[in-house]
């Protein structure tokens, strides 16, 4: 029984969020987050991954187009353990066991599950092992039961639990790993909830329990991985721990984040050693910063951003999709948009490149050596030569392209005549 399927239950609305959006597409550092869960599962090593959808199904489906995944439909959502029986078609012949998560808890480690799954192989009785924690408040979740053996013999929800139950500290992560045999037999006595009339899959550990199997608990370390995020207060706390997780790891690298308090960095986002992050920065998922950069305060870098080694952004500066050179600079109030920046490029302050025409994004480039004056408004498509200049304010109507070594004024920007102020540039 070491192999391992996965089934990831996805399908609820998220009422609870109060949104238009399905919950697990809300996002977390830039990835929704049924991106995380998927994420550990393929850490661990999981065989195959089952994720039971339902409300907004194509939208959860569209935005994981290209990852190995078996989705199942969970049409009308009647409760947790409906939605695991959803799968039943499917693996009730699988002679691996069965781990099952929450699409909402994108805080669990793979690390954390590998310890799980091991706890559960330890004892060949065991039919079924949750994962559980200890919090201090332990509200929105469903207590759990043990005897004094401390086998687990129930989860009692929050809302059923009695004056007694409700100081139970250990709670229930909403993980499991079942022997599926014993699962999808014990999620047929499954009987609704008389109070909404939702199949609890909770009930099942009560089912197993009753019919003298053995089901075990395993504490989780540390609580914050099991946060299930059903409010948008429980999303800003994951934002919060994630963010943390992924300062801590580029500090471990050696990067330098000023005041960790104020920046923001998104999942995905690689940077290179003794570059510095100063305070109220942006990064979004996908942007890679090389080695000794310097970025922010106040810079909000977005996908598509690549920064080679030695590059400099600086206050209110948004780059998108924009490429900058070793040693270039782009210190005051740019927006930079499908640019391609090569070395040694100096950006003045407020240099704009207008991308946008109303209807398409186009590009602009800007060669090695060159320079623009304060307030240059590029208007793309159009490029900049080796060493080319834009004197303040200029600007350069798209494809007027400035020929290297060249500068250009006014608006719209013509080449300053010889001995008005050119000079020969040549190194
Ligand atoms: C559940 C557990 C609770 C546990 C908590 C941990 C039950 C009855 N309760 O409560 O003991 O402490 O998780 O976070 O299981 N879903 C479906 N179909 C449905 C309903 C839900 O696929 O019909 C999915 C949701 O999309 C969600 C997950 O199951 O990802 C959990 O559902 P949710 O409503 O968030 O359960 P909790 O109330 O948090
Ligand atoms: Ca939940």
Sequence with gaps: MDKIAAVVLAAGKGTRMVSDKVKVLH??????????????????????????????????????????????????????????????????????????????????TPELLRKFIAKHKENKDTVATVLTTVLDDPNAYGRIIRDENGNVTAIVENAEADKSQKEIKEINSGAYVFNPDEVFRALKRVKPNKKNGEYYLTDVIKILASE???????????????????????????????????????????????????????????IGRDTVIYPFTVINSGVVIGKNCEVGPFSHLRSGTVLADYAEVGNFTETKKTHLGRHSKAKHLSYLGDAIIGDDVNIGAGTITANYDGKKKHQTVIEDGASTGSGTILVAPVKMGKNAETGAGAVVPKGKNVPDNTTVVGIPAVP???GKGTKDKRR
């Design 416 to 418: 300053l005549k010889k």
């Design 212 to 270: 003298g199997k053995q089901v075990a608990g395993y504490i989780a370390p540390a609580p914050e991985e099991c946060l299930g995020v059903n409010t948008r207060d429980d999303l800003f706390n994951a934002n919060k721990i994630m963010s943390g997780r992924i300062m801590n790891e580029l500090m471990r690298k050696g990067v330098t984040i000023v005041y960790p308090a104020n920046t923001y960095i998104e999942t995905d986002v690689s």
């Design 27 to 108: 996002t977390v550092c830039g990835k929704p987050l049924l991106h995380y869960v998927i994420r550990s599962l393929q850490a661990v090593g999981v065989e195959s991954i089952y994720a039971v959808v339902g409300y907004q199904s194509d939208e959860v489906e569209d935005a994981f187009k290209g990852e190995s995944v078996f989705w199942v439909n969970h049409g009308d959502q009647r409760g947790t353990a409906h939605a695991l029986s959803v799968t039943e078609s499917m693996l009730n012949d699988w002679d691996g066991l069965l781990l099952v998560l929450c699409g909402d808890t994108p805080l669990l």
